[in-house]
């Protein structure tokens, strides 16, 4: 049976070396890693994935430290030019919480006419 055929129960059955090959391939890719290659590399989907992150404590803290390794690989790479820096502000914005900073003066600057202050309260 093909890893891919409809009832092919081993194809999404979670196991716990899953984690540290998470790790290894996420370590040694020499692509920019993504979790939708390393299911494919076992024979699952990128949602299953999240399913296993999302059931399986160990697993959670492996796809954890998996995505700090993409952070840090795409922050690397586009530091050193090897990624378009388009492609680099999309992934981290998209994939990593990174968010365009706009700066905003809150600043307001007004008077106060203390003898019109004191007229109004007199009148």
Known sequence: MAKFEK???AAVKYDGKYC???LDFFRTSSKYPTFERFADNIG????????WRDKHKKFKHAYERAKNLQK?????GGLAGL?????????????HGY?????TDNKVDFKIDMNAALDEEAG
């Open 99 to 103: 968010a365009d900073k706009v700066e």
């Open 72 to 76: 840090a690989r795409l922050i690397e």
């Open 7 to 9: 009832g092919n129960d």
């Open 44 to 51: 699952v989907t990128a949602r299953t994935l999240e399913n």
């Open 20 to 22: 540290g090959e998470m």
């Open 83 to 95: 990624y378009d820096s388009r492609v680099v502000k999309l992934v981290a914005l998209n994939d």
